[in-house]
Structures are given as structure tokens and as C-alpha cells.
């Protein structure tokens, strides 16, 4: 009989271990680690304000960072509660840890405050203005989720708008200006992913409207001439930056941002991983390619000869 008591015992804890492990996965699974490169944004200000090669600054862009991680993932968690019908109706989000059932509202309510505390904590390391953009991040991300979502037209710019707000950040997080081509570009670029996101959306479900609200207004028709006035404005609002800005050498990047621009509208067409998911765009291959080399005559434009970086490294 006592033996009978301790196999029922160790099953039930072997059973409660398995059962926190799939908990915790799911947690994990709910924060979206893969959409991560979104905080990248806060990067670009270190990139184009010149302090590139120093390390005070990079510090204080990854504590900026680790910040947006945190507060970001307790967004998707509080939008993944918010949206849990919805989800349960849709062919891949329904699959989420939430809306699956492996995760609890109550214990990913409770884990998204605690990622919500530590992203304020991160955030006032950095100043109240850093706090302030952070704040304003939630709220917009709040109203997103409760009303604002089921808006036509404002559900992607309003996406577009929590990428400006991350660009800001990394301004604010090493105390440099604020570039007004730094809020345009992003803005435009942010809401060119969000409108191929839209029209992939078309494609993924037999009938839209059921997963998504502003789907019953938006057409593949709209949608698409929506791209291509967004591509078109993005385009020349860079190249009114390369023509403008300090350095004139930065019209050299230009063939580069035409064909990341024309490689991503061709791939939401033709790809439709690339427009479901945009973080899919830095496994294709000849855009990758794009990038690195767009990067590397953007930073030999901006800080000059390697030997130069050198130098300032060493101090």
C-alpha cells in the first residue's frame, strides 16, 4: 500500500513538473522571441547620429532595447488575452499558447505585469523621457488591442506609429538630436510592412472578416494601390534625405533602397511567408544580401575609412 502512495505521489509530481514545463514553453512561445527584431529600430539613431563605434552608447541602446522587449512581450500577451475568440477562429493563431488552452489567462496575466514592472525599471535607468515614450508605447498598443484595431486605416497606421515610437527611443536612449527623415522613413517603412501583412491576410482564410474586423472593408485591390503609394513616398522621402543631409556620398545607397523596396513588394505577391510574417524577409537570401551591402556603404559614407573606425576605438 505504501508503495502504491509513493508511485502515486512521484506520477503526480512528474505529472505537475511536465505540467509547469509546458507552462513555461508556452510563456516563452507568448512573448514572440522572433518578432524581437523589431526593437532593431532603437538601433538606426546609433547608426546614422555617428557614435556608431562607441560603447557607452551601445550600452545604453541594449538596456533600451531589453526595455522594449519586455514591455513588447507583455503587449502580445495582453493582446493574445484580448483577442482569444477571435484567435481560436483563425487557422495559425489559433495555435497560440493562449488561445490553445496551454497557457492560463490568469498565469499569463500575471507574467505579463511582471515583464510590464521590469520594462519600467529598465526604462527608468534611462530618464524620464525614455519612460514617457515607453508609457505612450502601452497606451498606444492598449488602444490597439481594445478598439482602435477594428478602425480601417488606422489599425496600420497606428502599427507604423509603435515603430516611430521605438526609432524616438533609440534618439532618446544616447541624448542625441532627433532627426525629422528618421520619423518619416521609419513611419513609411513600418506601414508598408503593415499594409503587406493586410493583404496577406486575404490569402490566409477563407473568409477574412471572420479573423480580422477591418478585413470586411479593405479589398486586395485597395490594399495594393495603398503599397504602391507608400512605396512610391518612402522612396523619395529617402532620397530627399540622401540629397540633403550631411553627407551628399549618401545618394551611393540609393540603388540599394529601391531594390529592398521593389524585392519586399515582389515577395508579398509571390511569397506568402514573407507578408505573413516580415521578420521572414532576413532568410531571403538576395535581400539579406541587399542589406549588408546597403549597411556597409552607408557606414564607409558616414564615418569615413576603416582606419579611421580603428583609431577611435583605441581613443
Same mark, same amino acid.
Given at each position: 500500500?505504501?508503495?502504491? =502512495?509513493?508511485?502515486?505521489? @512521484?506520477?503526480?509530481?512528474?505529472?505537475?513538473?511536465?505540467?509547469?514545463?509546458?507552462?513555461?514553453?508556452?510563456?516563452?512561445?507568448?512573448?514572440?522571441?522572433?518578432?524581437?527584431?523589431?526593437? !532593431? %529600430?532603437?538601433?538606426?539613431?546609433?547608426?546614422?547620429?555617428?557614435?556608431?563605434?562607441?560603447?557607452?552608447?551601445?550600452?545604453? %541602446?541594449?538596456?533600451?532595447?531589453? #526595455?522594449?522587449?519586455?514591455?513588447?512581450?507583455?503587449?502580445?500577451? $495582453?493582446?493574445?488575452?484580448?483577442?482569444?475568440?477571435?484567435?481560436?477562429?483563425?487557422?495559425?493563431?489559433?495555435?497560440?499558447?493562449?488561445?490553445?488552452?496551454?497557457?492560463? %489567462?490568469?498565469?499569463?496575466?500575471?507574467?505579463?505585469?511582471?515583464?510590464?514592472?521590469?520594462?519600467?525599471?529598465?526604462?527608468? #535607468?534611462?530618464?524620464?523621457?525614455?519612460?514617457?515614450? +515607453?508609457?505612450?508605447?502601452?497606451?498606444?498598443?492598449?488602444?490597439?488591442?481594445?478598439?482602435?484595431?477594428?478602425?480601417?486605416?488606422?489599425?496600420?497606421?497606428?502599427?507604423? $506609429?509603435?515603430?516611430?515610437?521605438?526609432?524616438?527611443?533609440? +534618439?532618446?536612449?544616447?541624448?542625441? !538630436?532627433?532627426?525629422?527623415?528618421?520619423?518619416?522613413?521609419?513611419?513609411?517603412? !513600418?506601414?508598408?510592412?503593415?499594409?503587406?501583412?493586410?493583404?496577406?491576410?486575404?490569402?490566409?482564410?477563407?473568409?477574412?472578416?471572420?479573423?480580422?474586423?477591418?478585413?470586411?472593408?479593405?479589398?486586395?485591390?485597395?490594399? =495594393?494601390?495603398?503599397?504602391?503609394?507608400?512605396?512610391?513616398?518612402?522612396?523619395?522621402?529617402?532620397?530627399?534625405?540622401? $540629397?540633403?543631409?550631411?553627407?551628399?556620398?549618401? @545618394?551611393?545607397?540609393?540603388?540599394? #533602397?529601391?531594390?529592398?523596396?521593389?524585392?519586399?513588394?515582389?515577395?508579398?505577391?509571390?511569397?506568402?511567408?514573407?507578408? #505573413?510574417?516580415?521578420?521572414?524577409?532576413?532568410?531571403?537570401?538576395?535581400?539579406?544580401?541587399?542589406?549588408?551591402?546597403?549597411?556597409?556603404?552607408? %557606414?564607409?559614407?558616414?564615418?569615413?575609412?576603416?582606419?579611421?573606425?580603428?583609431?577611435?576605438?583605441?581613443?
Amino acid at each position: 500500500m505504501a508503495r502504491d =502512495d509513493t508511485r502515486g505521489t @512521484m506520477a503526480e509530481a512528474q505529472t505537475h513538473q511536465a505540467s509547469l514545463a509546458q507552462t513555461a514553453a508556452g510563456l516563452a512561445r507568448e512573448v514572440r522571441p522572433w518578432q524581437w527584431y523589431k526593437q !532593431a %529600430v532603437l538601433l538606426i539613431a546609433i547608426v546614422f547620429s555617428g557614435r556608431l563605434f562607441d560603447p557607452v552608447a551601445w550600452g545604453q %541602446v541594449a538596456i533600451g532595447v531589453a #526595455a522594449f522587449c519586455a514591455v513588447a512581450g507583455a503587449t502580445y500577451i $495582453f493582446n493574445d488575452i484580448s483577442d482569444v475568440e477571435a484567435d481560436r477562429r483563425h487557422p495559425e493563431k489559433r495555435k497560440r499558447p493562449i488561445a490553445s488552452g496551454q497557457v492560463s %489567462v490568469p498565469t499569463a496575466a500575471a507574467f505579463g505585469v511582471g515583464l510590464l514592472l521590469f520594462g519600467f525599471a529598465l526604462s527608468y #535607468a534611462l530618464g524620464a523621457l525614455f519612460v514617457l515614450i +515607453v508609457a505612450t508605447y502601452l497606451a498606444q498598443n492598449a488602444a490597439y488591442s481594445l478598439y482602435l484595431k477594428d478602425v480601417v486605416l488606422v489599425d496600420v497606421l497606428l502599427i507604423a $506609429f509603435g515603430f516611430v515610437l521605438r526609432a524616438v527611443a533609440g +534618439v532618446v536612449a544616447i541624448g542625441v !538630436a532627433l532627426s525629422p527623415w528618421l520619423v518619416v522613413c521609419t513611419f513609411l517603412a !513600418a506601414l508598408l510592412l503593415a499594409l503587406g501583412k493586410r493583404r496577406h491576410e486575404f490569402e490566409a482564410s477563407a473568409n477574412p472578416a471572420e479573423t480580422r474586423a477591418t478585413l470586411e472593408e479593405y479589398t486586395p485591390e485597395t490594399l =495594393d494601390q495603398l503599397l504602391v503609394v507608400v512605396i512610391s513616398t518612402l522612396l523619395i522621402s529617402y532620397s530627399i534625405y540622401t $540629397f540633403t543631409g550631411a553627407k551628399l556620398a549618401m @545618394m551611393l545607397t540609393l540603388p540599394f #533602397a529601391f531594390f529592398g523596396v521593389f524585392r519586399y513588394h515582389h515577395l508579398v505577391h509571390t511569397t506568402n511567408g514573407v507578408a #505573413a510574417s516580415p521578420g521572414t524577409l532576413l532568410f531571403d537570401r538576395q535581400f539579406l544580401l541587399n542589406l549588408g551591402l546597403w549597411g556597409v556603404v552607408a %557606414v564607409v559614407v558616414l564615418y569615413g575609412r576603416p582606419r579611421a573606425w580603428l583609431v577611435g576605438l583605441v581613443g
